[in-house]
């Protein structure tokens, strides 16, 4: 017995000692702290791939070069899921300073678990940054509402404000609409009104010019590899609610059911491929070469950097054919917030603000293919590479992503009146408290919920879903996710 | 290209059709062959029974055979396929018109680039270290907790096994909320303690599996132990645990290919560079890398050698020492 | 084997202790790292716990959060959540096909390379055992590429344009296939050891009796090795009816392929819906304890304990 339980004690020394060895020795957390020297010690926690994390690797190490005063400590998850399980395991103890992704956001911020650092940055700094790059993580805890406003707070600054244009081939587009051209002299396709970065091109123009364009693709190549629906919706001036609340559904809405059957038609004609065929998603399609069309932030750059052979260009979201419409694409991506329990959470503060508004941050993040810069006044040197940072390709129209968050209407451009034509929206999970209802919808259109089948194929029959009618008969039940969701809110 | 395709499927089937008549015959010349045996038959069918189960003989290793090389070839082909898709264009890769064993001009950059961009040594060497500090100390105290199952007197033997074995029937979402958080006040974050602490208490499925195994050791051989008056420590040291070599070597095989594979909780725990596990770099290579096939392919054949080395290094030991001594049933 | 009820002796009584003592260490690391976390989700279950949205300790909330079974009902009933699933439910039944299927096969092969004159059955083995060595990520990686429903190898072979990675039934039937793949080497090694260990003169007395191989195989080899086919049998299932990654890597999350425990992971973390997530987790666990218990009843029967 004696000799047993010394067994079992000697073996557990052992391994204990094993492992002690085996470097496992003093924990490291996810809080920061000032040391007796006054530095202070920022924790930054940052999920995505591996090059996003090069990337900012290299900008939290030039702000650490920058001044002696804060050390930013970069962690980084490669897994969302694991992401997700460390939040929500650090309860109340955030990392000092955190990504949230936008459907994540309002989760978080509505918990009070975010810092609400407006006081921290001015009026003129806000100022120095797009619209689109701070409204949208402001809150007000009043109305429940994302959104700026003056009695709301600012609980993050963009990681970026990832607005999407359609991107297209550029060798082989030019190539079809020669071959087309070739084809039919009598009604030739016009290269200069299909790629127009500032005037984009309507639905029903679009399914015109991708009807002609199949004619002459090979088999296994099509006309657009994928098209975002949120971008539709809101091309088309419709929206999923009726108001930033997010309380009151308007699927139902002529505009909206406009724009699904826009999407059900590409499928219908056969410009996107067939529901279900693309396994590999419509990207792979594009970047091997297979595909006209498709769509792209500005963070595909540095990814399509080494899957693309091609040139490839962008132009705008295509316009709804209803009243009042504009070509508008979602925008928002990841927030940096600070956690309310961090102790050096003001020292973080200093952090974001250095990565939100710094010149040369924002220059090393858009030259890596990170993003688009924040700063209205990079503008100029982004689009036409003035100071000569863009060593490697980017798409030559790549001022339609700037277009997207710098508001519509008419400007004032170097004397000229001119009229945006491009904008952009908020992307809609992040008015809700989660993205269930979201994927609720997008099920039910796929056939995977309720019982009208997909949207996006033909039935056994040969005849194809009404979108009206079935998104009239899903609106009560996504009303009603929806509430549920709203109720959530504390 | 097509026709190498229609070849290829002719062989199969032929294959299959070798395959099946074998087998119809095997089990009629076994009759037959048994029949032989009783010498119930006369000349004439003697002479036929002959003929036939020699034919027959011949359909049955064909059938064997035609298995084996089947099961092999499937076996096989997916690392083959994959080593050739590292090695193609992402074009290449993505063509749907023809499909190339070998590639045109072989991309070896995709190898270059995958080892350059991920830091390969340090994640092996994490992944070593979990290694060596897991697999000792929980085959042991598996093997001696099994010991207590297989050879000592237990009362409700099976309640303890059933509630022991309820442990793995928990998903581990459902406990890794708590489990983070003790983690994260303990200061374990970004050690290997997560990773480590667990499996010191033993491992219920190996022990399982060494119970089953250490049954078919006679008991016979402990009893005269008992009257020798040898502690049931001496008794697992010297009479078990030498008997155990071909279970131990394939669970520690199987451990081993567990802890090099495990994604989740290192993904969970270790988020510091220095500390990333050979899997994480892999992960985080495929999962940026969507449309680039050929080099997530690279990276994932990269991260296969050093298992594959491992394994045939060792599978001498595992593979033959498992089959040479077997099991065993009590008899 | 103590069929007769005996009051034991001393000596026993004391090996009974010693057992004890030794298996009160698995004892430990259960409680520890299993049984505590586990009454931790039982608790959660029974709550509207919201792991993002809570910012007090959970046993202070515990009294507000209290809805009783009101997670267990919304995963059969609600509108939004019943759906995911039941699905998830039928998804795993179906993928369950891979234990018996992969047992099956496994023992075929050990069943050849177990006669004593097959040629180079070490080298069968090795290779035949190579899909268990290889790594989850990677072959998730390979077998998705071989499945395309555009660019896989199968479809071109076949000549077929089948949807594998999309369609409902089709992705659970490639998931079932490389699942089985994945476990034939297992299985055969596992049964193979137990094989080469059976007593060779059961197979010649079998002979004397006219028994032919498939019989010999059913009647003498196959009972011998149950044991091996028990174990075989019970972590196939446990492991199935865990699955994640196969949903996760290899289908990118299609609903034909969305298993429970992958239900758990999207609701539980994902969503931070730790209330329904740990209701659904526990019905799981329950389940696998039930079908386990039952294996154990019925292997009583007809699993070979000598």
């Not at chain 1, 070469?289 to 595909?300: R, S, T």
């Amino acid at each position: 017995m004696k000799k047993i339980l010394a067994l079992v004690l000697g073996l557990l020394l052992a391994v204990g000692s094993l492992a002690a060895f085996a470097g496992c020795g003093g924990g490291g957390d996810y809080q920061g702290y000032v040391d007796e020297s006054g530095v202070a010690h920022v924790v930054f926690m940052g999920r995505d791939v591996e090059s996003e994390r090069v990337n900012y690797q290299r900008v939290v190490d030039n702000f650490n070069a920058s001044q002696n005063q804060i050390r930013v400590e970069m962690q980084w998850f490669t897994d969302g899921t694991s992401y997700n399980t460390m939040l929500d395991g650090l309860g109340t103890d955030l990392p000092d300073c955190l990504m949230l992704s936008n459907a994540m956001f309002l989760r978080y911020v509505s918990s009070g678990k975010l810092y609400d650092y407006k006081s921290r940055i001015t009026q003129d700094e806000l100022a120095l940054l797009y619209e689109d790059a701070y409204s949208y993580y402001c809150y007000d805890p009043a109305t429940k509402q994302v959104g700026y406003s003056d009695s709301a707070g600012l609980y993050g600054l963009p990681k970026d404000m990832g607005p999407v244009a359609i991107c297209y081939n550029a060798d082989l587009l030019r190539a079809k609409v020669n071959e087309y051209n070739a084809a039919n002299p009598a009604q030739p396709l016009d290269w200069d009104e299909i790629t127009d970065p500032e005037d984009p091109m309507t639905f029903t123009q679009f399914i015109d010019v991708g009807k002609k364009l199949k004619t002459v693709l090979s088999s296994g190549q099509y006309v657009c590899s994928g098209y975002d629906m949120q971008s539709a919706v809101y091309s088309n001036n419709a929206n999923y609610f009726t108001d930033d609340t997010a309380s009151t559904q308007a699927i139902d809405s002529e505009n909206f059911i406009g724009a699904m059957q826009f999407v059900q038609d590409l499928y219908k004609e056969g410009i996107l491929p067939a529901a279900g065929t693309v396994s590999s998603g419509g990207e792979a399609l594009f970047t091997s070469g297979n595909a006209l069309f498709f769509y792209a932030g500005p963070w595909k750059t540095k990814d399509y950097w080494a899957a693309i052979g091609f040139e490839w260009d962008l132009i705008p979201v295509l316009c709804g054919d209803a009243a009042g419409a504009v070509s508008t694409c979602y925008v928002g991506g990841m927030a940096f917030c600070v956690s309310a329990n961090s102790a050096v959470k003001d020292y973080a503060v200093e952090f974001l603000r250095y990565m939100a508004l710094d010149l040369n941050a924002q220059r090393s993040l858009y030259s890596n293919g990170q993003c688009i810069p924040n700063l209205v006044e990079l503008a100029g040197e982004y689009e036409t590479n003035a100071e000569n940072l863009l060593s490697r390709p980017q798409p030559a129209h790549r001022g339609v992503w700037l277009d997207c968050v710098d508001g519509t209407g008419e400007k004032t451009v170097n004397g000229q009146t001119v009229v945006d034509k491009v904008g952009g929206r908020y992307r809609a999970e992040a008015y809700t408290y989660d993205e269930t209802w979201y994927t609720f919808l997008t099920d039910f259109m796929a056939g995977n919920s309720g019982s009208y089948g997909s949207f996006w194929e033909a039935k056994p029959d040969g005849t194809w879903v009404d979108v009206g009618a079935a998104l009239r008969a899903f609106a009560p039940t996504l009303q009603e996710s929806l509430t549920e969701l709203r109720s959530y809110l504390v | 290209m097509n026709a190498a395709v229609i070849v290829l499927l002719v062989l199969l089937a032929a294959l299959a059709v070798s395959v099946a008549a074998g087998y119809a015959f095997s089990s009629r010349s076994a009759r037959l062959r048994a029949m032989d045996v009783r010498g119930g038959i006369g000349a004439r069918q003697k002479a036929f029974v002959r003929f036939s189960s020699a034919y027959c003989r011949i359909g049955g290793r064909v059938l064997a055979y035609g298995i084996l090389f089947l099961t092999c070839a499937a076996s096989l082909f997916p690392f083959l396929w994959m080593i050739s898709s590292s090695l193609k264009t992402p074009a290449e890769v993505s063509n749907t018109m023809r499909l190339v064993f070998f590639p045109a001009s072989p991309q070896w950059s995709n190898y270059a680039r995958a080892w350059t961009t991920i830091d390969m040594v340090g994640g092996f060497l994490n992944t070593m270290i979990i290694e060596a500090a897991t697999i000792p100390v929980c085959v042991i105290v598996s093997s001696l907790e099994a010991f207590a199952f297989s050879k000592m007197y237990m009362r409700h033997k099976t309640v303890h096994l059933l509630i022991l074995l309820s442990g793995l029937m928990v998903p581990y979402a459902s406990v890794v909320l708590p489990l983070y958080r003790a983690y994260y006040k303990l200061g374990f974050i970004n050690t290997f303690w997560p990773l480590i602490l667990p499996t010191m208490f033993g491992s219920v499925s190996q022990m399982f599996f060494y119970i089953q195994y250490q049954k078919g050791i006679p008991d016979a051989m402990f009893e005269s132990g008992k009257i020798d008056g040898a502690g049931y420590l001496q008794q697992f040291v010297h009479i078990m645990l030498p008997m155990m070599g071909p279970a131990i070597a394939a669970q520690v095989v199987f451990m081993f290919i567990g802890n090099w594979n495990d994604f989740f909780a290192p993904s969970l725990y270790l988020t510091n560079e220095n500390v990333k596990t050979l899997q994480l770099k892999l992960k985080s290579l495929s999962d940026g890398n969507r449309m680039d096939l050929p080099y997530v392919f690279a990276g994932a054949a990269i991260t296969c050698v050093p298992l594959f080395a491992i394994y045939f290094a060792f599978q001498r030991y595992f593979v033959g020492g498992l089959a040479i001594t077997g099991t065993g049933v009590k008899g | 084997m103590e069929k007769v009820k005996i009051r034991p002796g001393r000596l026993k009584r004391k090996e009974g202790r010693i057992a004890l003592a030794i298996i009160s260490v698995k004892y430990v690391g259960e409680i520890v790292f299993v049984f505590v976390p586990v009454l931790f989700s039982i608790l959660y279950s029974f709550t509207d716990y919201n792991a993002a949205r809570e910012t007090a300790p959970f046993f202070s909330r515990i009294g507000d959060i209290w809805i009783g079974f009101g997670n267990y009902k919304n995963l059969f009933t609600h509108f939004m959540y019943s759906e995911y699933f039941l699905r998830s439910v039928c998804n795993n039944l179906f993928m369950l096909l891979s234990v018996p299927l992969g047992i099956a096969a496994g023992l075929l092969v050990a069943a050849i390379l177990s006669q004593p004159d097959i040629r180079f059955a070490g080298v069968f083995r090795m290779l035949i055992y190579m899909p268990v060595v290889a790594g989850a990520v990677a072959m998730n990686i390979i077998w998705r590429y071989m499945f395309d429903n555009q660019y896989g190898l199968i479809n071109s072979l076949l000549g077929t344009q089948w949807m594998w990675l999309t369609d409902d039934w089709l992705v659970k039937t490639a998931i079932v296939i490389k699942n089985v793949w994945g476990g034939v080497g297992r299985t055969m090694i596992l049964c193979l050891a137990a094989m080469l260990a059976v007593d060779g003169n059961y197979y010649e007395a079998a002979k004397l009796d006219g028994a032919g191989a498939t019989r010999r195989f059913f009647a003498i080899t196959l009972p011998i090795i149950t044991p091996t086919v028990f174990y075989l049998l019970i972590t196939g299932v446990i492991g199935n009816l865990q699955m994640y990654t196969d949903s996760l890597i290899f289908a990118s999350g299609d609903p034909g392929a969305q298993t429970v425990v992958y239900f758990i992971w999207t609701f539980g973390i994902r969503r931070s819906m730790y209330g329904l997530a740990a209701a659904a987790s526990t019905l799981l666990t329950i389940t696998i304890m039930i079908i386990t218990v039952v294996q154990f009843r019925i292997s009583d029967r007809w699993v070979f304990e000598g």
